[in-house]
Antibody, heavy 119, light 107 residues
C-alpha cells in the first residue's frame, strides 16, 4: 500500500524557517517524481514544487522560488521541503504527492501538514 | 502561466442525478488534464488523468472528456459520497496549475 506521511509543520514567525519531510513507503520511491502542493485555509490547491526521480529536474512556483528548496533522499525514501523567509501567505496545509515521471499529475497524496506563519 | 477556470463554482444536485462540471484552460493543454476530488478534512484524490482515463479504483460513474482548452467531468448518477469539491489541473506546461474548484452540494 502506498503511504506518504508528512511531518515538520507548525507555527513559525514571519521571516522564519521550517523543514518539511515526507516519508514514503509501499512503492519504489526512486522511480517516481515527487511534489509538494499546498492549500491555504478555505482556499484551493496550489502547486509548490516538483523533483524528478533522480533529482535531475526541479521546478518551483514563482511564489516560492528563491525561498523554498525541494530535495529528496532515495536511500531514505524521503522527500523534503526547506522553507526560508516565510510569509503569512505561506500559511497552508502542505501535501506531499507522487507522480509518474514525465506525467506530473498526482496519483497518491499524503494527509498533509499544517504550516502557520504568524507573529 | 496557464489559467484554469472551473464552472460553476457551486453545483446543487439531487442524489441519483447527473452532474456536469466544466474546466477551461487559457491555452491548449492537449490532453494533459487531471481531475481530483476533495472531501472536507481529507487530501485530494485523483479521479481522472489524460483528460479521460479513470485512475485506479475510481467508479465507472465518473467520466472525463475534452482536449485542448475545454474539459468536462461527468458524474452519471450522484451518490452520497460524491458530494465534495472537484479540481482540475493541467500538467502540459510548468508551472502546474489548478482550477479554483467546483463544490458539488446536495440539492
Amino acid at each position: 500500500e502506498v503511504q506518504l506521511v508528512e511531518s515538520g509543520g507548525g507555527l513559525v514567525k514571519p521571516g522564519g524557517s521550517l523543514r518539511l519531510s515526507c516519508a514514503a513507503s509501499g512503492f519504489t520511491f526512486s522511480s517516481y517524481s515527487m511534489n509538494w502542493v499546498r492549500q491555504a485555509p478555505g482556499k484551493g490547491l496550489e502547486w509548490v514544487s516538483s523533483i524528478s526521480s533522480s533529482s535531475g529536474y526541479i521546478y518551483y512556483a514563482d511564489s516560492v522560488k528563491g525561498r523554498f528548496t525541494i530535495s529528496r533522499d532515495n536511500a531514505k525514501n524521503s522527500l523534503y521541503l526547506q522553507m526560508n523567509s516565510l510569509r503569512a501567505e505561506d500559511t497552508a496545509v502542505y501535501y506531499c504527492a507522487r507522480s509518474v515521471s514525465g506525467s506530473p499529475n498526482f496519483d497518491y497524496w499524503g494527509q498533509g501538514t499544517l504550516v502557520t506563519v504568524s507573529s | 502561466e496557464i489559467v484554469m477556470t472551473q464552472s460553476p463554482a457551486t453545483l446543487s444536485v439531487s442524489p441519483g442525478e447527473r452532474a456536469t462540471l466544466s474546466c477551461r484552460a487559457s491555452q491548449s493543454v492537449s490532453s494533459n488534464l487531471a481531475w481530483y476530488q476533495q472531501k472536507p478534512g481529507q487530501a485530494p484524490r485523483l479521479l481522472i488523468y489524460g483528460a479521460s482515463t479513470r485512475a485506479t479504483g475510481i467508479p465507472g460513474r465518473f467520466s472525463g472528456s475534452g482536449s485542448g482548452t475545454e474539459f468536462t467531468l461527468t458524474i452519471s448518477s450522484l451518490q452520497s459520497e460524491d458530494f465534495a469539491v472537484y479540481y482540475c489541473q493541467q500538467y502540459n506546461n510548468w508551472p502546474l496549475t489548478f482550477g479554483g474548484g467546483t463544490k458539488v452540494e446536495i440539492k
